[in-house]
Protein backbone atom coordinates (compact mmCIF):
# COMPACT_ATOMS: atom_id res chain seq x y z
CA UNK A 1 0.00 0.00 0.00
CA UNK A 2 1.38 3.40 -0.38
CA UNK A 3 1.59 6.54 2.20
CA UNK A 4 -1.51 8.46 2.33
CA UNK A 5 -1.08 11.34 -0.12
CA UNK A 6 -1.75 14.08 2.74
CA UNK A 7 -0.23 13.57 6.09
CA UNK A 8 -3.05 14.23 8.61
CA UNK A 9 -3.00 14.56 12.57
CA UNK A 10 -4.53 11.49 13.55
CA UNK A 11 -5.25 12.73 16.85
CA UNK A 12 -8.01 14.32 15.28
CA UNK A 13 -11.32 12.45 14.42
CA UNK A 14 -11.31 11.65 10.37
CA UNK A 15 -14.74 11.50 7.97
CA UNK A 16 -14.23 9.99 4.99
CA UNK A 17 -18.18 10.30 3.29
CA UNK A 18 -19.37 10.51 -0.17
CA UNK A 19 -19.84 13.97 -1.25
CA UNK A 20 -22.25 13.09 -3.81
CA UNK A 21 -24.44 12.22 -1.49
CA UNK A 22 -27.02 14.44 -0.19
CA UNK A 23 -27.65 12.40 3.25
CA UNK A 24 -23.84 11.77 3.94
CA UNK A 25 -23.01 15.70 3.32
CA UNK A 26 -25.63 16.18 5.67
CA UNK A 27 -24.36 14.71 8.36
CA UNK A 28 -21.05 16.21 7.95
CA UNK A 29 -22.70 19.69 8.29
CA UNK A 30 -24.34 18.59 11.32
CA UNK A 31 -21.34 17.71 12.73
CA UNK A 32 -19.72 20.53 11.94
CA UNK A 33 -22.85 22.23 14.09
CA UNK A 34 -22.21 20.41 16.80
CA UNK A 35 -18.51 19.90 17.35
CA UNK A 36 -17.87 22.85 19.34
CA UNK A 37 -14.28 22.26 19.71
CA UNK A 38 -14.10 22.06 15.95
CA UNK A 39 -12.09 18.48 16.32
CA UNK A 40 -13.45 16.62 13.21
CA UNK A 41 -11.41 16.73 9.95
CA UNK A 42 -13.20 15.90 6.79
CA UNK A 43 -12.23 14.56 3.10
CA UNK A 44 -14.97 12.95 0.35
CA UNK A 45 -14.40 9.26 -0.56
CA UNK A 46 -14.07 10.78 -4.09
CA UNK A 47 -11.10 12.67 -3.05
CA UNK A 48 -7.50 11.04 -4.13
CA UNK A 49 -7.09 11.12 0.04
CA UNK A 50 -10.20 9.49 0.81
CA UNK A 51 -10.01 7.20 -2.17
CA UNK A 52 -6.28 6.25 -0.55
CA UNK A 53 -8.28 5.67 2.84
CA UNK A 54 -11.09 3.51 1.39
CA UNK A 55 -8.35 1.32 -0.40
CA UNK A 56 -5.98 1.04 2.77
CA UNK A 57 -9.12 -0.54 5.14
CA UNK A 58 -10.29 -2.48 2.00
CA UNK A 59 -13.72 -0.36 1.25
CA UNK A 60 -14.72 -0.22 -2.04
CA UNK A 61 -13.96 2.93 -4.30
CA UNK A 62 -16.45 2.40 -7.34
CA UNK A 63 -19.67 2.36 -4.58
CA UNK A 64 -18.93 4.41 -1.53
CA UNK A 65 -21.66 2.97 0.24
CA UNK A 66 -20.19 3.43 3.92
CA UNK A 67 -18.43 6.47 6.20
CA UNK A 68 -15.30 5.54 7.02
CA UNK A 69 -14.61 7.53 10.50
CA UNK A 70 -11.04 7.52 12.28
CA UNK A 71 -11.11 7.94 15.68
CA UNK A 72 -7.67 7.50 17.58
CA UNK A 73 -6.02 5.84 14.05
CA UNK A 74 -9.04 3.02 15.00
CA UNK A 75 -11.36 2.77 11.26
CA UNK A 76 -15.15 2.13 11.66
CA UNK A 77 -17.93 1.97 8.92
CA UNK A 78 -21.27 1.63 8.89
CA UNK A 79 -23.19 2.14 11.77
CA UNK A 80 -20.29 1.84 13.85
CA UNK A 81 -18.94 5.19 12.04
CA UNK A 82 -22.02 7.16 13.00
CA UNK A 83 -21.82 6.24 16.82
CA UNK A 84 -18.45 6.36 16.77
CA UNK A 85 -18.86 10.41 15.72
CA UNK A 86 -21.71 10.47 18.16
CA UNK A 87 -19.60 9.59 21.13
CA UNK A 88 -16.71 11.56 20.20
CA UNK A 89 -19.45 14.59 20.31
CA UNK A 90 -20.11 14.41 23.76
CA UNK A 91 -23.14 13.94 25.50
CA UNK A 92 -25.94 13.87 24.69
CA UNK A 93 -24.89 12.89 21.80
CA UNK A 94 -22.86 9.57 23.33
CA UNK A 95 -26.15 8.18 23.98
CA UNK A 96 -26.16 7.45 20.62
CA UNK A 97 -23.62 4.18 21.82
CA UNK A 98 -26.74 2.14 22.81
CA UNK A 99 -27.11 1.40 19.60
CA UNK A 100 -23.90 -1.33 20.60
CA UNK A 101 -27.02 -3.16 21.76
CA UNK A 102 -28.10 -4.07 18.48
CA UNK A 103 -26.25 -7.56 17.38
CA UNK A 104 -23.43 -6.61 14.78
CA UNK A 105 -25.28 -8.43 11.98
CA UNK A 106 -28.29 -6.54 12.57
CA UNK A 107 -26.64 -2.88 12.75
CA UNK A 108 -25.04 -3.78 9.08
CA UNK A 109 -28.27 -4.78 7.31
CA UNK A 110 -29.92 -1.44 8.83
CA UNK A 111 -26.68 0.11 7.86
CA UNK A 112 -27.04 -1.65 4.76
CA UNK A 113 -30.21 -0.91 3.67
CA UNK A 114 -30.24 2.42 3.83
CA UNK A 115 -26.92 2.81 1.95
CA UNK A 116 -27.92 1.43 -1.07
CA UNK A 117 -31.32 3.37 -0.69
CA UNK A 118 -29.48 7.01 -0.02
CA UNK A 119 -29.82 8.52 -3.75
CA UNK A 120 -33.28 7.02 -3.94
CA UNK A 121 -34.59 8.29 -0.70
CA UNK A 122 -32.11 11.34 0.00
CA UNK A 123 -30.57 12.46 -3.86
CA UNK A 124 -27.64 12.31 -5.17
CA UNK A 125 -25.71 15.59 -6.49
CA UNK A 126 -23.97 15.59 -9.82
CA UNK A 127 -20.41 16.71 -8.30
CA UNK A 128 -19.05 17.06 -4.74
CA UNK A 129 -20.86 20.24 -3.48
CA UNK A 130 -18.36 23.27 -2.53
CA UNK A 131 -18.48 23.08 0.92
CA UNK A 132 -19.21 26.09 3.38
CA UNK A 133 -15.96 28.07 4.88
CA UNK A 134 -16.60 26.21 8.01
CA UNK A 135 -16.32 23.06 6.56
CA UNK A 136 -13.31 23.90 4.19
CA UNK A 137 -11.28 24.67 6.86
CA UNK A 138 -11.08 21.38 8.53
CA UNK A 139 -10.87 19.30 4.97
CA UNK A 140 -8.48 16.92 3.84
CA UNK A 141 -7.49 15.91 0.90
Known amino acids: ?14 IVFDGVCVLCSGFVRTVVGLD ?20 RYGLRTDSYETNLVL ?8 LDSFIAVMAELGW ?16 DWLYERIAKNRYAMFGRKDSCEIPSAAIRARVIG
Open 1 to 14: MTSSPEPFDASQPL
Open 36 to 55: RKNRFRFATAQSPFGEELFQ
Open 71 to 78: VGGAPFIR
Open 92 to 107: PWRAAKALLLIPRPLR
